[in-house]
């Protein structure tokens, strides 16, 4: 689970204690909408994990350091004139990046949206994140909404700017959102996460 040291671990300071993420459960009678991580080594993924479900920064929690998977549960909408959904936000991030895709394709078939991210300081991560989503078959694809995310963007020495990422995402005809996972709260990307859902659920439905 999410937050566990092993107890041979050395001790961790002050601003990196064990923080406990209680499990997050789906809200009973909404439809659910699946959302899969995947990504390169360092890129953020477990960041941008506990910032959408737990509304943490890093340096608050301990990284991942369990071998498996992590899924949590927000609802989408929950503020607006749309019917709240059940978003179950899978992270697959102990896996090297090839192994990810490997084991993380047996949730791609039951996804319906696709969260491939890169670091903006790591060019090779971003050439990476796109080609994953350009080798993409037809039908996954057409099976789920895809959102090519860039993390980490207060970091100094980018190296992949803002119009790349959106030229990249425009080009393959997927959504882009910029963030870190550092800010205040995570409202932004929820209401990146609710615009590709609602483009999910234009033409699909989700199953309660």
Avoid: W
Avoid at 124 to 147: K, Q
Wanted: net charge negative.
């Amino acid at each position: 689970m999410r937050g566990y040291i092993p107890e041979e671990a050395p001790q961790l300071p002050q601003a990196m204690q064990l923080v406990y993420l209680p499990p997050t459960r789906p809200k009973e009678g909404l439809p659910t909408c699946m959302a899969v991580i995947v990504g390169g080594d360092e890129v953020g993924k477990s960041a941008l994990y506990d910032k959408i479900i737990h509304n943490i920064s890093p340096g608050k929690v301990q990284p991942m350091c369990h071998y498996g998977y992590v899924n949590g549960y927000i609802v989408l909408f929950e503020s607006s004139s749309h019917s709240p959904v059940n978003l179950q936000l899978i992270d697959g991030s102990p896996h090297p990046y090839t192994e990810t895709i490997y084991h993380g394709s047996r949730f791609i078939r039951d996804a319906q949206v696709l969260i491939s991210v890169f670091s903006v300081d790591d060019l090779a991560s971003f050439t990476t994140a796109c080609t994953y989503i350009r080798s993409l078959d037809d039908f996954t694809r057409d099976s789920l909404e895809i959102l090519l995310v860039g993390t980490r963007n207060d970091r100094p020495g980018r190296q992949v700017s803002v119009e790349e990422g959106e030229a990249a995402a425009l080009n393959m005809g997927v959504f882009y959102l910029d963030t870190t996972a550092t800010g205040d709260d995570n409202s932004v990307i929820k209401a990146k996460l609710e615009e590709v859902v609602e483009k999910y659920l234009s033409t699909k439905k989700l199953e309660e």
